[in-house]
């Protein structure tokens, strides 16, 4: 499809994804929430020792807030994006309760006040996942622009319900697949081949239903800060 039906198409399946979130019930709903905050904390050790970027929950999105709260009492710093200007990379500004905040683009709020800084980890929200780990979002790509403008790639972990699951956005090449996407059925790990499910972590630390393997990491040391345990 040309650039134009590739828009469209992407827009009617945007309105769909977005309608069938919206129609979920609020008791599934926190289930998922709570399903999806338990693969995260215990699927990614590591992330209470960065700052982690994520996105004010909108149209019943995944709500990261009860999570990063307690990442926060163990010295995790938590950022949420600004719209700076029109067509232009995202800027992650720190907060957390407390800090000051104003509605900005679709009366999302933000800090304006809070300095800049560099997230190590993005809890990416997915309108649609695809089998390549690519993300359908809301059109505009702030967050493509944003992966792409960054002296250092941050660990992306795409957060979304199973219901968003598609077979292909048809990505284009300024899409930036995410590096996991972690709904409420639990991991799923990116590679060349796209995306594999490798498991529901929890806090006993059963073995994942495959190994993750990294292709830089020392034998000697832990996992990297935010990539999950059960790693060799």
Not at 49 to 69: M, Q, S
Not at 83 to 93: D, G, N
Not at 151 to 165: D, I, K, T, Y
Request: proline letters at 10%; hydrophobic letters at 35%; one cysteine or more.
């Amino acid at each position: 499809m040309d650039a134009a039906q590739l828009r469209a198409w992407r827009k009617l399946e945007r309105e769909r994804l977005v309608a069938a979130r919206l129609a979920v019930d609020r008791d599934s709903l926190r289930q998922w929430n709570l399903a999806i905050d338990r693969h995260l904390e215990f699927g990614f050790p590591g992330l209470h020792r960065g700052t982690i970027g994520f996105c004010w929950p909108y149209k019943n999105e995944y709500d990261a807030r009860h999570l990063l709260r307690r990442l926060r009492d163990r010295g995790a710093v938590t950022a949420l994006p600004v719209v700076v200007a029109p067509r232009s990379p995202l800027q992650f500004r720190e907060w957390h309760p407390g800090v000051r905040l104003s509605p900005g683009v679709y009366g999302i709020p933000f800090p304006p006040d809070s300095p800049p800084c560099d997230p190590d980890t993005v809890l990416l929200p997915m309108n649609g996942f695809d089998r390549g780990g690519f993300r359908l979002g809301y059109g505009a790509g702030y967050f493509d622009r944003t992966l792409a403008s960054l002296a250092r790639r941050p660990f992306v972990l795409g957060v979304s319900f199973e219901l968003a699951a598609m077979e292909t956005i048809h990505p284009q090449p300024y899409d930036i697949p995410a590096d996991f996407v972690v709904t409420e059925r639990g991991l799923y790990r990116r590679d060349e081949s796209g995306l594999e499910f490798i498991g529901a972590p929890d806090g006993d630390s059963r073995p994942l239903a495959s190994p993750v393997c990294y292709a830089g990491e020392k034998l000697e040391g832990g996992p990297p800060a935010g990539q999950p345990r059960n790693s060799r």
